[in-house]
């Protein structure tokens, strides 16, 4: 791209401001040739320029937009790369198992079991095919109306594995 001093020289002159200054120290009436450079001239300048930048500002909009996409992309391929996704699934649920080997409360969607399968779609798949991280159940009030559905899904999820239950009434 051309820089906008070579394009328009006369635009970024500085005698034709310091003419403006003396035309305006006069103590006469401006005459026709005093009025060098034209305004009207002045002014496509400035509407050139306007045009110049809007254009610019597009074109870091379009940049900035690219740049925002190339960063997406590389976050999404460390994330891929990172060590955790190396490790096969009969390990990752032994972690898992120690992980919740105490649940407080089943019906605790926010404990236990529940968040390793919402970290992503592996554990999700994981947690969900496992029967023996279902298999201990520890019911404690408060009840809800949901428990009904949530001691459902444990009891559908851990299959035909030996369950554990607990109930405490108080």
Known sequence: MLALESLYPQAFEAEPEH??????????????????????????????????ILSLEKQIT???????????????????????RRLPSDI????????????????????????????CGCWRDIVSTSPVLWSV???????TQHSADI????FRHSEEHPLWVAIRVH
Do not use: C, M
């Open 151 to 154: 001691l459902a899904y444990h």
């Open 137 to 143: 159940v520890i019911l404690k009030p408060p009840y």
């Open 62 to 84: 379009l940049l900035i937009h690219q740049k925002e996409q190339l960063e997406r992309s590389v976050s999404r391929r460390k994330g891929l790369l990172s060590p955790i």
């Open 19 to 52: 003419l403006i200054t003396l035309l305006l120290r006069r103590k006469r009436p401006l005459l026709d040739a005093d009025t060098e450079p034209d305004v009207s001239s002045i002014e496509e300048h400035i509407d050139t320029f306007e045009r110049e």
């Open 92 to 119: 990752l649920l032994e972690i898992f198992s120690w992980a919740i080997r105490r649940p407080k409360n089943s019906l605790d969607v926010t404990a236990g079991v529940w968040p390793l399968s919402q970290v």
